[in-house]
């Protein structure tokens, strides 16, 4: 049987016409091959650095290639190998603050690593995410960075694939089977919610919300709550169950709502803890258009550390966790498991809590 080159078979040719066999344009490896007078396995040797081949035959080969424009297909080589050198990256929304900046980041992490970066947008639905965690149907992805909203990590435990995986967020199961555990990488997000909740206790304010509710204890939301209840107990407190406000989706116009729901008694608050910053954001706008004031009235504080919150009138207080290192961290985790394989990786169901900063700014200034 012939060999295949690595762009598909052609026939020989002379040199100079700076097209492939046939008049396809393309360029291939016999074309070379056929020019310089030497086997397609001796030029193939040459583009990839493997085998003996003699300086002279070498640089004729090279020059050829040069002179001809052959490039080799490197996906198909890719593929014949087993890597491809491309990860994928899921996320919720690209359109999010955050999340579009995390996925900027990762992508100049991984591509410093010698990876390129394919962005999937589950929009937090329970099939797309499901897809996600069974690793794609498709050969072209070497390992996955995935921040999951509609499904947990015990569910991604019961379907996932071979494919690597890292997470982004918290594990709802300690007790889980390491059998079919991975990689998470995370904020401490009770602690930084204690934190931004007492800084507005230490403003004098004693009022305080909480927007951003959710009813599973693993995400995000209740995470975020629990350190809000925390922060008051530590101070003999109990925050008013009738400032727990829930909302659908960590947004603007979810800020936007659950604000002008409760604004006939707004002036009973003297602070607005946010679970993100476009919560806050929206927050911010309700109160403004009703003619409450930010900070003199009452404080919001937010979570992300976005560019929108830092341009913001006020400037937005915020919890900035350490992006580069939630990258660098999950980067290097999934490309672990690419070279060495899920069950031999260096180490294994590896959880990484990254730093976080408070941010202090207008926004939460004492009254």
């Known amino acids: 049987m012939a060999a295949q080159d690595e762009q598909g078979p052609t026939t020989s040719r002379g040199p100079g016409t700076g097209r492939g066999a046939g008049g ?16 397609w396995k001796t030029v193939s040797n040459v583009v990839n650095g493997t085998g003996r081949v003699g300086e002279e035959t070498r640089a004729r080969v090279e020059e050829m290639i040069a002179e001809l424009g052959y490039r080799p297909n490197l996906a198909g080589r890719q593929l014949r190998q087993g890597r491809t050198n491309t990860l994928a990256l899921a996320v919720p929304w690209v359109h999010s603050p955050y999340f579009s900046l995390l996925a900027h980041i990762v992508i100049d992490v991984a591509g410093a690593r010698g990876y390129r ?11 797309a995410e499901l897809q996600v ?4 149907s498709v050969r072209a992805i070497d390992g996955i960075i995935f921040s999951p909203l509609a499904i947990g990590p015990a569910e991604i435990a019961q379907v996932r694939g071979a494919t690597p995986l890292v997470l982004l967020g918290e594990r709802d199961d300690p007790g889980h089977d390491r059998r079919w555990s991975t990689d998470h990488v995370s904020i401490d997000n009770v602690r930084a919610a204690r934190e931004v909740t007492e800084h507005l206790l230490s403003t004098g304010r004693r009022r305080l919300a909480f927007v951003g509710a959710e009813p599973v204890e693993d ?23 009738r400032w727990i406000l ?42 403004r258009l009703n003619g409450v004031r930010v900070p003199e009235d009452v404080a919001v504080t937010g979570w992300d550390n976005t560019e929108d919150g830092r341009y913001a009138n006020p400037s937005l207080t915020t919890v900035a966790p350490d992006l580069q290192a939630i990258a660098e961290t999950a980067v290097d985790r999934v490309i672990a498991q690419v070279e060495h394989g899920p069950g031999d990786a260096p180490e294994r169901d590896v959880d990484v809590v990254v730093p976080h900063r408070l941010l202090v700014r207008e926004s939460s200034r004492e009254a």
């Open 24 to 39: 396809s344009g393309r360029v291939g490896i016999k074309d070379v091959a056929a020019a310089v007078g030497v086997s």
């Open 117 to 127: 970066v394919l962005i999937e947008e589950t929009r937090t639905e329970r099939d």
């Open 133 to 136: 965690a069974r690793g794609f």
């Open 219 to 241: 995400r995000t939301g209740a995470l975020r709550l629990q350190g809000y209840r925390e922060a008051h107990a530590a101070q003999g407190l109990e925050p008013d169950p």
């Open 246 to 287: 829930p909302v659908p989706q960590f947004s603007r116009p979810a800020g936007v709502a659950a604000m002008e729901a409760v604004l006939p008694r707004v002036d009973q608050v003297d602070g607005l803890v946010c679970a993100n910053d476009e919560l806050a954001l929206g927050v911010l706008y309700a109160l």
